[in-house]
């Protein structure tokens, strides 16, 4: 029962994390217009096409939405197919933003949903997140607060995982406190000499991690680490009970006090990995983050906050104008603001210290940013207003019609980017 229940875990999260798989019946949304970016006032009509292997077919009724990212419908409606394909009335957004199209309709007992998200000038965004007075003197604190506690490093190599190129070993440091760590897996290229580094920072969850040989292979040093303070070498189970159980909505712990609010001791213990690395002798200075989603986040954030950094790599960032909601626009994951309830004092405070606009707004080294518009987990608004206040070399992927995953060809153009720079870059 026990390997049943593990089976099935190992396969709802690779679902969860992988482009969605293909089926027999797709039901496609595209703007009218040709283009995914327009100005505010131009109105814009979404093309529908149902298709069974890929031929377009079908006369029957579809149902549409239309909202700005995020936000209740303003138009609502239904077409009908002709041969598949049909166009819904244009409509517009006065301000810059995101517009979403979704069409639903059944099929042989299945429903089918499209979507389609186009821009108004999406480069004029801004956070409606302020970044706090004392934002640095803040974090300043906090970190030599947690160096205060000796780094006490523990490696331990792992025989069965290593390969003939690369090294692998569980590893952990001391965080902020007292028996406070953090874990991670390090990948180390095998041949003598010194290697640049990526810190490889998690999404969202609670997880084991086997160490990322193949990018390790290139002549990199990689540590992937997790956040929550434990192994990250255990048995699934074990993740399992804790994401359901201790930790179950761990993003929103004590989030209406500043100095307690989870994340504190997550980016604390972020910087303190970099540290780990520092001390590393296979490490030649160079080091970069890289995270997609919650890792997104934080890879921007340790960005900003360290200036040991010397590029990142973000792909659909959380925790990104998670005020958002106050403004009446989309906010970032965990969408904590979305609920009314939460817009206190308090709450809207804490958060402000540990968006990833606060941070971004310090990030001075190259970058490589992507992501897609129809993303409702880390929507395009909070994303695009993030990467607006990011003044520094940037490079940006945009993959319009992906949601909350990236293609291949996303995920190879940022590892790329990334390791080019660092095999290029100079510990200046």
Request: with cysteine; proline share 6%.
């Amino acid at each position: 029962m026990r390997t049943i229940s593990f089976i099935t875990f190992l396969f709802v999260s690779l679902l969860a994390i992988a482009q969605p798989a293909e089926r027999l019946y797709h039901l496609a949304v595209t703007p009218a217009g040709g283009e995914w970016n327009y100005k505010p006032g131009k109105k814009v009509g979404f093309d529908v096409c149902f298709t069974r292997c890929d031929v377009p077919t079908g006369d029957m009724e579809v149902r549409y939405e239309i909202s700005e990212d995020m936000m209740k419908p303003f138009s609502t409606g239904t077409v009908k197919l002709k041969n598949g394909r049909a166009t819904i009335a244009p409509a517009t957004m006065k301000k810059s933003g995101f517009m979403r199209c979704t069409v639903t309709l059944r099929q042989d007992g299945r429903d089918y949903t499209g979507m389609a998200t186009v821009g108004f000038s999406p480069d004029e965004l801004q956070p409606v997140t302020a970044q706090p007075a004392d934002f640095h003197e803040f974090w300043e604190k906090n970190i030599a607060d947690a160096r205060k506690w000796d780094l006490e490093p523990m490696i331990t190599l792992i025989p069965e995982k290593c390969t003939p190129k690369v090294n692998v070993y569980h590893v952990s440091w001391a965080n902020s406190g007292w028996a406070s760590r953090m874990y991670g897996m390090l990948t180390v290229p095998a041949a003598p000499g010194t290697y640049p580094a990526i810190l490889k920072l998690p999404g969202a969850g609670v997880r084991a991690y086997n160490g990322d040989i193949s990018h390790a292979e290139k002549g990199v040093i990689i540590l992937e680490i997790g956040i929550h303070g434990m192994p990250v070498n255990l048995p699934a189970e074990v993740y399992t009970g804790l994401y359901n159980g201790a930790l179950k909505g761990y993003h929103s712990f004590n989030f209406d006090d500043r100095d307690r609010f989870y994340y504190k001791r997550v980016i604390t213990g972020c910087v303190r990995a970099i540290d780990f690395i520092e001390q590393l002798p296979e490490f030649n200075g160079c080091l970069a983050t890289f995270g997609g989603s919650q890792g997104g986040g934080l890879s921007i954030i340790v960005a900003g906050i360290d200036k040991r950094v010397k590029a990142l790599v973000s792909m659909y960032p959380a925790m990104s104008d998670m005020a958002g909601y106050t403004a009446g626009r989309a906010g970032g994951w965990p969408h904590t603001l979305k609920d009314k309830r939460f817009h206190t004092p308090e709450i809207i405070n804490t958060l402000s210290y540990y968006d990833v606009s606060s941070f971004a707004r310090e990030v001075a080294v190259p970058g490589f940013y992507t992501f897609g518009y129809n993303d409702m987990v880390c929507p395009p608004t909070t994303t695009m207003s993030v990467y607006n206040v990011i003044d520094a070399p940037k490079e940006l992927m945009i993959a319009e019609n992906t949601a909350h995953y990236a293609y291949t060809e996303q995920g190879s153009a940022a590892w790329k980017w990334v390791i080019d720079f660092l095999k290029n870059c100079n510990n200046n």
